[in-house]
T-cell receptor, first 116, second 117 residues
Framework: DTEVTQTPKHLVMGMTNKKSLKCEQH?????MYWYKQKAKKPPELMFV???????INESVPSRFSPECPNSSLLNLHLHALQPEDSALYLC???????????????FGPGTRLTVT | AQSVAQPEDQVNVAEGNPLTVKCTYS??????LFWYVQYPNRGLQFLLK????DNLVKGSYGFEAEFNKSQTSFHLKKPSALVSDSALYFC???????????????WGLGTSLAVNP
């Protein structure tokens, strides 16, 4: 099973709402990632969890709050977002072997977020 | 500066013809290079990677890529294109050291491939 699942597929939220994005993988991967992607652009790294601990925060605004409840699950909590936060949010995972830099990442299908 | 360049925004090729999507890189040390593909309204899919060893790397869906150290290139190729190969292709390289000895993945801007029937 090389699948990363994400829910919901689409999300429309107002600027005062609180919502969460969910990601799940059952490949035994120990690194999980959140990316933001604008149309026809490369993905922008937001957060990296390694062995359920936050290892990288790419200076993301605090209105985005990640959470890794266990090795298979990754959440992204959203609060007071701005219209410019509208994008495709991608979750990914990777094995994290002896040299984690060799590992490819497996991506979910993404959540299309629209902030109104 | 460490970077990845995909010099062509768009590549058009006729079905059945060979295709090449170009990628050049600039990185300190030994490069770890990756190709990903993104079909419309989908997430990215891993195609292949070069870590070490044979310069010709074979990947998914009949794609291959050739690592050329002297030209600092990692071009993606396929002998016979299919209409279903039409997608957005990203080259990426492991670059600068980040937290925890991770080397940050640096992405190219992407090349849109259109295969015409």
């Amino acid at each position: 099973d090389t699948e990363v699942t994400q829910t919901p597929k689409h999300l429309v939220m107002g600027m005062t709402n609180k919502k969460s994005l969910k990601c799940e993988q059952h490949m035994g991967h120990r690194a999980m990632y959140w990316y933001k992607q604008k149309a026809k652009k490369p993905p922008e790294l937001m957060f990296v969890y390694s062995y359920e601990k936050l290892s990288i925060n790419e200076s993301v605004p605090s209105r985005f709050s990640p959470e890794c409840p266990n090795s298979s699950l990754l959440n992204l909590h959203l609060h007071a977002l701005q219209p410019e936060d509208s994008a495709l949010y991608l979750c990914a995972s990777s094995l994290t072997g002896q040299d984690r830099n060799r590992d490819e990442q497996y991506f979910g299908p993404g959540t299309r977020l629209t902030v109104t | 500066a460490q970077s990845v360049a995909q010099p062509e925004d768009q590549v058009n090729v006729a079905e059945g013809n060979p295709l090449t999507v170009k990628c050049t890189y600039s990185v300190s040390g030994n490069p770890y290079l990756f190709w990903y593909v993104q079909y419309p309204n989908r997430g990215l899919q891993f195609l292949l990677k070069y870590i070490t060893g044979d310069n010709l790397v074979k990947g998914s869906y009949g794609f291959e890529a050739e690592f050329n150290k002297s030209q600092t290139s990692f071009h993606l190729k396929k002998p016979s294109a299919l209409v279903s190969d039409s997608a957005l292709y990203f080259c990426a390289v492991r670059g600068v050291i980040n937290a925890g000895n991770n080397r940050k993945l640096i992405w190219g801007l992407g090349t849109s491939l259109a295969v015409n029937p």
